[in-house]
């Protein structure tokens, strides 16, 4: 099949690189997001998030006329749809909201021989659910779950695998699993795929693919969970976490990963759930693992308060107010600007609520930030690690690194401060 024009329907994380990478390779994609500031700065040739060289990349697409962005679906030969997969309340169920407008808005731009991918990472069975909100929008054309492989559309699943920061070179590079409702679906959406990636496209079933993303994020996160409980234990034992798991790692056979402040964006914070939702008497270390990973900030937010009293005790002359925390980080992981489900964000925004002095935010990666109250500022390293009485390192920025502990009381999440 001849692939002339590709629709993204995202423009965020993973939609823009996407689009970016199919436009680089001379192919028209026309990219639709709800957003219309986003589209409107796409047009403009410059981009609205942050993603090392993407800017580039996007500014010779745009010039060159292989990327164009709208607010309204337009015919294409191929769909790929990359929009948000969030909880729905506070019980962890999928919502697929998204998704099911996603599929509404580009199914009157549907025509027969048109190929449709859903990238969202999403529970088991979401992309039939996707084919059956098709099929009830466009009963004119057939679909795989009724009509197999002599369907008029093809549909598959094809998760995003890349790493924040390194996504350009991650999509080409990387390799993809591709699940489609029919063998025939999987065909022609690996030879979609193969018009840019160089790493190997594997093919399975959409329930297969759905579930191999969950995995994935599912297995870091139990070792991430690991790490952030060693790192409670050893607090409670007076050891060196980081010490430890350096002299730990030098055994061949073990690779115990760094703790952190706890687990975010909209990955590995989300995904494991996915499964608990789908299979919740089964999946019990899944959970569990979750459950740790959850509960790391509400231990740091203590440790905070611990160092703030421990420096009231040194400095007896002084009251809680004239105390300055100042919090290093606050995107879900380093140098990025993405603050999905950020530990370190729920942290800092804990901070300023409960703390009656002034906390001094440093993050590189943002122009501005809006949380609780006014007694908040965002400000360089240089004004906090000199000015601040409380310090709390929660995101190892690189900008953080090899640079001497600030004075006064410490909270490191990330053994950054030797």
Request: hydrophobic share 40%.
């Amino acid at each position: 099949m001849q692939f002339n024009t590709v629709s993204m329907v995202g423009l965020g994380y993973i939609g823009l690189p996407t689009a970016a990478v199919f436009a680089s390779r001379k192919i028209k994609v026309i990219g639709v997001d709800v957003n219309q500031k986003a589209v409107d700065t796409i047009n403009r040739g410059e981009i609205h998030i942050v993603e090392p060289d993407l800017d580039m990349v996007v500014h010779a697409a745009v010039k060159e006329g292989y990327l164009r962005a709208t607010t309204v679906p337009e015919p294409a030969d191929a769909f790929l749809i990359a929009v948000p997969t969030p909880f729905r309340g506070d019980d962890h169920d999928p919502d697929l909201s998204y998704i099911e407008s996603a599929a509404k808005a580009i199914a009157p731009a549907l025509k027969k021989g048109n190929l449709v991918i859903l990238e969202s990472t999403s529970p088991v069975g979401a992309t039939e659910q996707m084919a059956g909100w098709l099929a009830e929008a466009r009963p004119d054309l057939s679909f795989p779950q009724s009509h197999g492989e002599e369907s008029d559309i093809r549909i598959a699943h094809c998760p995003e695998r890349v790493l924040p920061g390194h996504v350009l070179r991650e999509l080409v590079q990387n390799d993809r699993i591709i699940g489609g409702m029919t063998p025939k679906c999987s065909e022609v959406a690996c030879a979609l795929y193969k018009t840019f990636v160089e790493g190997e496209c594997i093919t399975t079933n959409a329930r297969t693919a759905e579930m191999c993303k969950l995995t994935e994020n599912s297995f870091r996160d139990v070792n991430i969970a690991f790490a952030n409980e060693l790192s409670v234990i050893c607090d409670k034992l007076d050891i060196n976490v980081w010490e430890l798991i350096r002299l730990a790692n030098r055994h061949p056979r073990v690779n115990i990963l760094q703790p952190g402040p706890g687990v975010g964006g909209h990955c590995i914070a989300v995904d494991p759930w996915f499964i608990v939702s789908k299979t919740p008497s089964e999946a019990r270390l899944i959970r569990t693992a979750r459950e740790v990973n959850d509960a790391k900030p509400k231990w740091v937010l203590q440790k905070v308060k611990s160092a703030i009293r421990n420096y009231l005790e040194e400095n007896s002359h002084k009251t809680e107010k004239d105390v300055v925390v100042a919090c290093y980080g606050v995107a879900f992981k380093p140098d990025i600007d993405d603050l999905r489900e950020s530990p370190a964000l729920s942290i800092v925004a804990e901070v300023i609520k409960e703390h009656s002095g002034l906390t001094y935010v440093v993050e590189p990666n943002i122009n501005q930030l809006s949380l609780y109250g006014e007694n908040q500022m965002l400000v360089s390293y240089e004004e906090a690690a000199t000015q601040a009485h409380v310090h709390v390192m929660l995101v190892d920025h690189t900008q953080f690194k090899n640079v001497c502990s600030p004075g006064g009381s410490v909270v490191d999440c990330r053994g950054v401060w030797k």
